[in-house]
């Protein structure tokens, strides 16, 4: 250890550095904390976008549509997150309807009920083709 550190720079600032010996660990990560923030970071990303509120007759026409051609809708709730953001929507099929609560099937098979008075957003979900998969 005789040498002192970058004794062969021609710059004597970095020539003349005193190490404090300290190692510097912030630029050194591992794989799996990037792959990890990196996963949070696309999370953000995707949060849902507030959509605007819909008349009771215009999500009354489609999710009477969705019932008579049994199509896939995707209804966004007046509900928020501690942050303020909407919470995931919730996708289903209409397989049924009372006077307070609308019944999705969704794709598993299962029946989730929703209070009319809690939608906010509704609209048809994009159905993807068969020939349109890659």
């Known amino acids: ?9 021609p710059d004597p600032l970095i020539r003349d550095y005193q190490d404090r010996g300290m190692v510097k660990w912030l630029g050194f990560y591992l794989s799996e904390h990037t792959a990890e923030m ?3 970071k696309n999370a953000r990303d995707l949060r849902q976008q507030r959509n605007l509120q ?5 999500i009354a026409d489609i999710l009477h549509r969705s019932y008579l051609t049994k199509s896939v809708v995707e ?4 509900v928020l997150t501690a942050e303020g953001q909407p919470i995931a929507d919730v996708i289903g099929v209409v397989c049924g309807f009372d006077d307070t609560l609308i019944f999705l099937m969704n794709d598993r098979m299962e029946i989730q009920a929703v209070s009319n008075e ?6 048809l979900a994009r159905t993807i083709k068969w020939s349109e998969f890659s």
Request: aromatic share 8%.
């Open 75 to 78: 209804i966004q709730l007046a």
């Open 38 to 40: 990196n996963a949070e």
């Open 1 to 9: 250890m005789g040498e002192p550190f970058m004794s062969y720079h």
């Open 118 to 123: 809690s939608i906010h957003h509704v609209h």
């Open 54 to 58: 819909m008349s009771e007759l215009e």
